[in-house]
């Protein structure tokens, strides 16, 4: 949505260089702190109707640019990461060999 409003404004633009950067940026961006949870990320971009924001460092400085689809892969690859660990619950339980009920 956000991007049909930026490029309907720029089609009538002539010269894009002549667009300040004040009058196409967003004045009160969402950004995130360094340790915000990924699952908190992706309901803030969600809930302001982003995709995309800027990760500022402790300094103020541009860390980079974090996008739903980063959020989406990360949260992904971290239950993928717990899928591949053995489960609390069968660590430490024996099997009995099949045919042997002798305990």
């Not at 089609?11 to 004040?22: C, D, P």
């Not at 990924?38 to 990760?55: C, D, E, H, I, Y």
Request: glycine fraction near 8%; avoid cysteine.
């Amino acid at each position: 949505m956000i991007r049909n409003i930026v490029n309907a404004r720029l089609a009538h633009v002539s010269v894009l260089s002549s667009v300040r950067v004040g009058a196409a940026m967003t004045r009160d961006a969402l950004t995130f702190d360094e340790g915000e949870g990924l699952n908190s990320a992706l309901r803030a971009l969600r809930a302001r109707g982003v995709r995309r924001t800027p990760l500022p460092r402790r300094d103020g400085a541009l860390a980079g640019m974090v996008s739903s689809d980063d959020l989406r892969r990360a949260i992904a690859a971290e239950f993928g990461a717990l899928t591949k660990q053995p489960s609390p619950i069968r660590r430490g339980v024996s099997t009995i060999p099949e045919g042997d009920t002798k305990f």
